[in-house]
C-alpha cells in the first residue's frame, strides 16, 4: 500500500492530547528522539512495516510558530532553554530539544565524514567496516532525500564572500558550504527554526515520511528508563510532561528493540540512570564536542552579518591533522548572538561596539579536538565534564590565529579575540603575541559547542566500547544507539550527515538481524 | 597572586563541581579571606524598597541589584541606542531566572549576594555593589573581568542576563539596523514537508 505524507504540519501526540493517567503501547521497536538520528531510523524502519514509536522529550513546534527571535527559540527549541553548558560554565552546548531535534535549529552545513576519520575510525578502533565505500551508498541516499547540494553564488552572503576574499588572498583553500536546504530564502534565521519550511530537517522530511508509514511520534515525553530482562531489551519507561503543568502520565512502552538517539548527552545518561550497557564502563566517557570560538573583526564598510545565508563557505586549508586539525567557517550572526560573543569593555566600550555591529563579520572555528569529556549523572543532575585538552589548546590558538589572519587579508581593521578578558588585535603583527598569550585555563575562551559527539562510542571490543559497528549493545540484545554518542573520535566537520549516515547503517544492520532470525 | 586568587585555587583543588557549585565555593573562600574586613550583608538603602507585584523569580536584593546595574551596563549617552528604561530589560531578566532549573537558580541567588557584597572590600570601594555608582560599577565589573575564574565567570553571567534582555527586545533594533524577523514581511511562502523520496519504495542503501 503506497504511503500518503501529509502536505505541512506532523501527526504528533502532545501532552495536551493525553488524557489518561497511564498509558501502555505495543511496538516492534522504540526510539527515543527524533533527531537526526531517530527520525532516519523510524523513517528506515517503518518503510519495512516495522510499528514504530518515537519518544521526544521537547515539545512539537510547527514551523508557522518559530518567531525569527533567537532568544524566544533559544527558550522553546533547545536544551534546557538554551543554557546548558558544561561542568565550569564556561562552554555553551547548544542542542535542539523538540520534535526533530538538532535538525531544525542547525545552520545546513552538510558534510560527509572525512575520509581520515573514517581511517582512524578502521585503523585505530577496529573498525574496518565504516569504510568510505561502504557508507557512499547511505551518504547519497540522505544527501538525494534532504536536497543537499552546493551553495550557489546567490546563496553566498557577504560574511562568507569575506571569508572567501581574505582566503584568495592568503592563497588558502575555500570552498562553498553543501547545505540541506531548498530555495533558501536568506533570512539568516537558521539557528532559529527555518520558519518557511526550507530547511530540509527531520521536522519536514524524515518525520513526516515515517508518520506515512505508521510510525507514532510522541512528544513532551521523557523517557526516564530503558527495560531489560535477561539480557534482551523489552522497552522504555517514559513520563509525559506538559511543559506548563509538570507531568501529566505515564508511559510504558513494550518493545523488543530500543533505539537510543537522544544525542551525545542525554543518551549516555539514560543508559547510566537505566544502569544497562556500561560493563565496559565507558557510557560517558570519550565525549568531544568541537569547542568553537567566533572570532569577530571590523571592517570598514557595512558587512550586515544577520543578512543573507547563515553559512556560506568555508576554509579547509587545514583541515588535515598534519596541516592543523581545524576548519574555519564563515557564519552569520544576529543582535543578541553578537552581545554574547564579545565584550571589548564594560559599559560604554560595549555599547559603542553594539552600536557598530553591522560593520562586524565572524569566522567560526571548528577543530578536531580529543575525547577528553565526561557525561554523568550525579547527585540527580546531568554534568558534563569538559575543558580544553592540553594537546587541543594550540590548535584552538592556531585557529584564532588563522582567522585573524584571514580577517585582515580580506580587510578587517580590526579583530577581537573571543576571550572573556577583552582583547583586540589591530594589526598582523600583533597576533602571535597576543594569542600566544591567552592561557588554556577556564573562563578564559568563550566557547560554543554545536557538535557534542563519542560519548558511547563503538567498537569491536566490548571492554573498550559501548556498542558494536551496528551500534547494537554489547550487552543488551535489543538496545540500539543511532545517534553522535556512536562516533569513535569527533568528526572536526559539523556532524549532521554522520548521523544521517550511521543512522540508516544501524536501521539496516537491525533489518538484516532480524530477517536471519526470522 | 592576591588573596582572592590563592583562595580561588585552593578551592579549585577541592575537586570539579557543577558550574555554579564551583562559583560559590570560590566566592565562599573569596569571603572567607576577606571575611575579618567586611560586615557581611552590610544593610543597604534599597532593602526596604518594594518590589512590585510582577516579580515572579527574582528575590528582592536581586531584584534592586539588577535594576541599579542596568543603567551602568547599558549605558546609551552618546549614542543612538534604546535607552534601557524604554525596554522590560527587569521583566525579561525575572522571565529567565524562572526558566532555570532549582539546583542552578538557588546557586545563582547565593553567587549573585556574593558579588554584591564582596564590592565592599574587593576594590576597596566599601559598599555593596547595589550602592555603586555606575563608574564604579563598571570599575568593579571590569576588575572581576580579569580576575579569577570565579570572578570572570560570575560576572559573565550577570552581563549575560543583561545584555540579553535588553538586546532581545525588538525596539533595540532599529538603531543598529538588526531586521529582526523578515519571513511574514517578505511575505515567504511556506513549503511545507518534503514529498516522499523516490526510493520509498525500493530496498535500503
Not at chain 1, 501526540?13 to 527515543?32: F, G, H, P
Request: charged share 20%.
Amino acid at each position: 500500500m503506497s504511503a500518503t505524507v501529509q502536505k505541512s504540519g506532523l501527526a504528533v501526540t502532545t501532552a495536551a492530547d493525553v488524557k489518561q493517567q497511564r498509558l501502555d503501547l505495543k511496538a516492534d521497536v522504540v526510539i527515543v528522539g527524533s533527531g537526526a538520528g531517530g527520525a532516519v531510523t523510524a523513517y528506515e524502519l517503518a518503510r519495512k512495516g516495522l510499528d514504530v514509536v518515537v519518544l521526544e522529550a521537547g515539545p512539537y513546534v510547527p514551523s508557522k510558530d518559530f518567531t525569527e527571535k533567537f532568544n524566544d527559540m533559544l527558550e522553546t527549541l533547545y536544551q534546557d532553554h538554551g543554557g546548558q553548558t558544561n561542568a565550569d560554565g564556561d562552554l555553551l552546548l547548544l542542542q535542539g530539544r523538540c520534535v526533530g531535534g538538532s535538525t531544525v535549529v542547525n545552520g545546513c552545513v552538510c558534510f560527509r565524514t572525512p575520509e581520515f576519520i573514517l581511517q582512524k575510525w578502521q585503523q585505530q578502533y577496529g573498525l574496518p567496516e565504516l569504510t568510505e565505500q561502504a557508507l557512499r551508498p547511505y551518504f547519497e541516499r540522505v544527501e538525494k532525500n534532504l536536497a543537499i547540494h552546493e551553495n550557489e553564488e546567490w546563496e553566498i552572503a557577504r560574511h562568507s564572500q569575506l571569508l572567501r576574499t581574505g582566503a584568495e588572498n592568503l592563497g588558502w583553500s575555500v570552498r562553498p558550504f553543501k547545505r540541506n536546504i531548498n530555495q533558501c530564502a536568506l533570512t539568516g534565521h537558521c539557528l532559529s527554526g527555518c520558519k518557511s519550511e526550507r530547511k530540509q530537517s527531520m521536522l519536514v522530511t524524515y518525520l513526516p515520511w515515517a508518520a506515512a508509514h505508521g510510525a507514532r511520534i510522541y512528544a513532551d515525553t521523557e523517557v526516564t528508563r530503558v527495560r531489560a530482562d535477561n539480557g534482551r531489551a523489552t522497552g522504555v519507561d517514559a513520563q509525559i510532561m506538559d511543559p506548563e503543568q509538570g507531568k501529566v502520565a505515564d508511559l510504558r512502552v513494550t518493545a523488543d528493540r530500543v533505539i537510543l538517539a537522544a544525542g551525545a548527552v542525554q543518551t549516555p545518561l539514560l543508559l547510566q540512570k537505566s544502569g544497562l550497557g556500561n560493563s565496559s564502563g565507558q557510557v560517558g566517557r570519550n565525549f568531544a564536542c568541537h569547542p568553537s570560538m567566533f572570532v569577530l573583526a571590523r571592517f570598514p564598510e557595512p558587512v550586515h552579518p544577520w543578512k543573507g545565508a547563515l553559512l556560506g563557505t568555508y576554509v579547509d586549508e587545514f583541515m588535515d591533522p598534519d596541516k592543523g586539525g581545524f576548519i574555519l567557517e564563515g557564519g552569520g550572526l544576529g543582535a543578541s548572538e553578537m552581545a554574547l560573543l564579545n565584550e571589548p569593555g564594560t559599559g560604554k566600550p560595549f555599547m559603542h561596539y553594539m552600536e557598530d555591529m553591522k560593520h562586524y563579520s565572524g569566522i567560526v572555528t571548528l577543530i578536531h579536538d580529543h575525547s577528553v569529556g565526561e557525561i554523568s549523572w550525579q547527585e540527580e543532575t546531568k554534568q558534563v565534564d569538559y575543558r580544553i585538552a592540553e594537546a587541543d589548546f594550540p590548535t584552538m590558538q592556531q585557529s584564532i590565529k588563522a582567522s585573524a589572519r584571514l580577517q585582515f587579508a580580506a580587510g578587517a581593521d580590526k579583530v577581537f579575540v573571543p576571550s572573556y578578558q577583552p582583547l583586540e588585535i589591530n594589526s598582523v603583527d600583533e597576533i602571535d603575541p597576543v594569542v600566544d598569550g591567552l592561557v588554556n585555563e577556564p573562563n578564559s575562551l568563550r566557547l560554543v559547542s554545536y557538535h557534542p559527539q563519542g560519548s558511547c562510542r563503538m567498537g569491536p571490543d566490548p571492554a573498550s566500547s559501548v556498542v558494536n559497528v551496528r551500534g547494537e549493545s554489547h550487552d543488551v540484545a535489543g538496545l540500539y544507539v543511532a545517534d553522535a554518542s556512536l562516533f569513535p573520535t569527533s568528526t572536526i566537520v559539523n556532524p549532521q550527515v554522520t548521523v544521517y549516515a550511521l543512522a540508516h547503517w544501524v536501521a539496516d544492520g537491525m533489518l538484516a538481524d532480524m530477517n536471519r532470525a526470522a | 597572586m592576591s588573596e582572592s586568587d590563592k583562595a580561588a585555587e585552593e578551592v579549585a583543588r577541592l575537586g570539579r563541581r557543577p558550574f555554579l557549585k564551583s562559583l560559590l565555593w570560590g566566592g565562599a573562600a573569596v569571603a572567607a579571606v576577606a571575611g575579618g574586613s567586611f560586615a557581611w550583608l552590610r544593610r543597604s538603602g534599597v532593602d526596604d524598597e518594594p518590589v512590585p507585584d510582577w516579580v515572579r523569580h527574582l528575590h528582592a536584593n536581586e531584584y534592586h541589584l539588577m535594576r541599579r546595574l542596568i543603567p551602568a551596563l547599558l549605558p546609551v549617552a552618546g549614542t543612538n541606542l534604546t535607552p534601557p528604561e524604554q525596554v522590560p530589560v527587569l521583566r525579561n531578566i525575572d522571565h529567565m531566572m524562572g526558566l532555570l532549573n532549582t539546583t542552578v537558580r538557588k546557586d545563582l541567588a547565593k553567587g549573585l549576594v556574593l558579588m554584591d557584597n564582596a564590592a565592599v572590600v574587593s576594590g576597596w570601594h566599601g559598599k555593596r555593589l547595589v550602592d555603586l555608582e555606575p563608574e564604579a560599577a563598571r570599575a568593579y565589573f571590569d576588575t572581576w573581568t580579569r580576575g579569577n575564574r570565579i570572578q570572570r565567570a560570575l560576572q559573565g553571567v550577570v552581563k549575560q542576563f543583561i545584555y540579553t534582555s535588553y538586546w532581545r527586545e525588538p525596539a533595540t533594533w532599529p538603531p543598529v539596523d538588526y531586521d529582526g524577523p523578515v519571513t511574514e514581511e517578505w511575505g515567504l511562502e511556506y513549503l511545507g514537508n518534503a514529498p516522499l523520496p523516490e526510493a520509498d519504495q525500493e530496498q535500503s542503501a
